[in-house]
């Protein structure tokens, strides 16, 4: 069994930060690709960044250059860096990892049950 777990979302201000975390735990052999998406009331959730186990990232244009994507291999860890906060970054935030699993190695995309960044407009 798999599990991602996220954390660090909250109300901030305009202009403020918030650090998201996202934990991979479980019957885990190796993680590949992992990453953000956020999802806005009314709206289709999108990707907002990715990174590899090699650390390559890429972001979607409305965030580069506010926000920071990372990762610590040896914990399973992924965390968002989000900074000068603006109201179109309210959404739920998911992390998402590629994962391969015990015993038999398969490969599924697995994906937290997200967490709220509110920055009032």
């Known amino acids: 069994q798999v599990q991602l777990v996220e954390s660090g979302g909250g109300l901030v201000q305009p202009g403020g930060s918030l650090r998201l975390s996202c934990g991979a735990s479980?019957?885990?052999?190796?993680?590949?690709?992992m990453g953000w998406y956020r999802q806005a009331p009314g709206k289709e959730r999108e990707l907002v960044a990715a990174?590899?186990?090699?650390?390559?990232?890429m972001y979607v244009d409305s965030v580069k250059g506010r926000f920071t994507i990372s990762r610590d291999n040896a914990k399973n860890m992924v965390y968002l860096e989000t900074n000068s906060l603006k109201s179109e970054d309210t959404a739920v935030y998911y992390c998402?990892?590629?994962?391969?699993?015990?015993?038999?190695?398969?490969?599924?995309?697995?994906w937290g049950r997200g967490t709220q960044v509110t920055v009032p407009s």
């Open positions: 479980g019957s885990i052999a190796s993680i590949n690709g």
């Open positions: 998402y990892a590629r994962i391969k699993s015990l015993p038999f190695g398969r490969v599924d995309v697995y």
């Open positions: 990174i590899t186990n090699g650390g390559s990232t």
